[in-house]
């Protein structure tokens, strides 16, 4: 288990996405279109990884009826699972993408409470789970405390795991020192932690080989949107610029771009080769309706463009 990639899910949801002639307010809206998939940061993850032919598992809370959905969306998909009962109902996420005006709209519940017994059966999980690299994506459910991820780190890295996280906000903050080697944060959650505006792609820069620097993280990966994504090391800078492709969804992109750089470290690609996978997978979730979906073909296509 070498290579394997342990994700974690605590707020893991059934991602519902559709497309409507126009969105207005009072009016009863039919949809097309329709795609339902197993979402979440550790869920979307574990999803490309397996997609993209990696050995993955995925920890994920799960309750009530759409937990259970959730459970049988992920064995649809293949995605080795060890799924850890709470009490509460896994949540529903909806999109809807506006053909009048091309806006997508994104409805994300809070999602469960979940208690300390159940939120401390994900570590004991991951005191257990064999893998070289952990993942933990996405947000904590209410009941969670803002430094589990710091706790989860501080486990992987007593087990000689590499710990990658995608969070923002306190737990984000409380995790940095604690043995993170692959942070990626977006422009937004990257401006929250540091407290500034970074509009100049030099200080964008900046920012992220401070926190190398300093020793917040061994990489950070700062994903842009449209202006690509840079990877911040100590031993340099890389940064792509996004590729040309339709945008049609934006959910899971940065899961997508996230699993695939994970995913061509763990296979020992260089780190500006491991850009250019993170890239293609981003730009291939973009280009489908959807919680990234796409074929290993489709990203394998995309990386000699993104190298350039």
């Known amino acids: 288990m070498a290579q394997r990639i342990v994700t974690l899910t605590l707020n893991p949801a059934v991602d519902m996405a559709s497309t409507a002639p126009a969105v ?9 279109d329709e795609h339902v998939d197993p979402g979440g940061g550790g869920v979307n993850v574990a999803r490309v990884i397996h997609a993209l032919g990696g ?24 995605v080795p699972c060890l799924h850890l009962p709470i009490a509460g109902r896994t949540r529903v996420s909806t999109t809807v993408h506006d053909q009048a005006t091309g806006l997508e709209y994104r409805f994300v519940p809070q999602g469960p409470v979940v208690t300390q017994p159940e ?6 999980a991951l005191e257990q789970a064999e893998a070289s690299w952990v993942v933990a994506s996405g947000s904590l459910p209410q009941g969670v405390p803002d430094d589990f991820y710091a706790q989860a780190a501080r486990i992987a890295a007593r087990r000689g795991q590499s710990f990658v996280l995608d969070c923002s906000g306190a737990p984000l903050a409380a995790a940095l020192g604690q043995g993170i080697a692959l942070l990626k944060p977006s422009l937004s959650e990257l401006e929250q932690l540091l407290g500034g505006v970074l ?23 700062l994903t842009l949107g449209a202006e690509g994504a840079l990877l911040a090391t100590a031993a340099g800078l890389h940064r792509m610029a996004a ?18 750089l994970t995913l061509a470290l763990v296979r020992g690609k260089t780190q500006q080769d491991a850009l250019a996978w ?6 291939a979730a973009v280009a489908r309706v959807g919680t990234a979906r796409f074929t290993r073909a489709e990203v394998e296509a995309l990386v000699p463009a993104a190298a350039r």
């Open 199 to 221: 509009t100049d792609p030099r200080a964008q820069e900046d920012a992220a080989m401070t926190l190398v620097r300093r020793g917040d993280a061994n990489m950070v990966a």
């Open 55 to 78: 050995e993955t598992l995925a920890l994920v809370l799960v309750g009530g009826v759409t937990g259970h959905f959730l459970e049988e969306l992920l064995a649809d998909a293949g």
């Open 278 to 283: 993170g890239i293609a997978a981003g730009s």
């Open 24 to 32: 207005r307010p009072t009016h009863k809206i039919r949809t097309f």
């Open 243 to 260: 590729l040309p492709v339709p945008v049609r969804s934006t959910v899971g992109a940065g899961d997508a771009f996230l699993a695939a």
């Open 119 to 124: 939120w401390r059966t994900m570590l004991a």
